[in-house]
């Protein structure tokens, strides 16, 4: 597996937007992840109050991978 490859190659890749609120203002940070790592990573983090995450369709191909994704999968 590469770095910019998916750890479930047999799943589609959303775009995962994370919000995270600071002190000075809100950080947005966008990431692509497999769909299941993705959607375990948003139910994890609902609920705080420093985090925002949301899924949305396609992700264009110049995103990073979400860090850690696999760990997602476990």
Do not use: H, I
Not at 4 to 11: G, I, V
Not at 42 to 63: F, K
């Amino acid at each position: 597996m590469t770095p910019e490859q998916s750890p479930a190659l047999s799943e589609p890749d959303v775009r995962v937007s994370v919000t995270v609120g600071t002190g000075l203002g809100d950080v947005e940070l966008r990431y692509r992840a497999c769909l299941t790592a993705a959607t375990v990573f948003v139910r994890e983090t609902t609920g705080r109050a420093d985090l925002r995450a949301v899924l949305s369709g396609d992700p264009s191909a110049d995103l990073r991978r979400l860090p850690n994704e696999k760990l997602y999968l476990l």
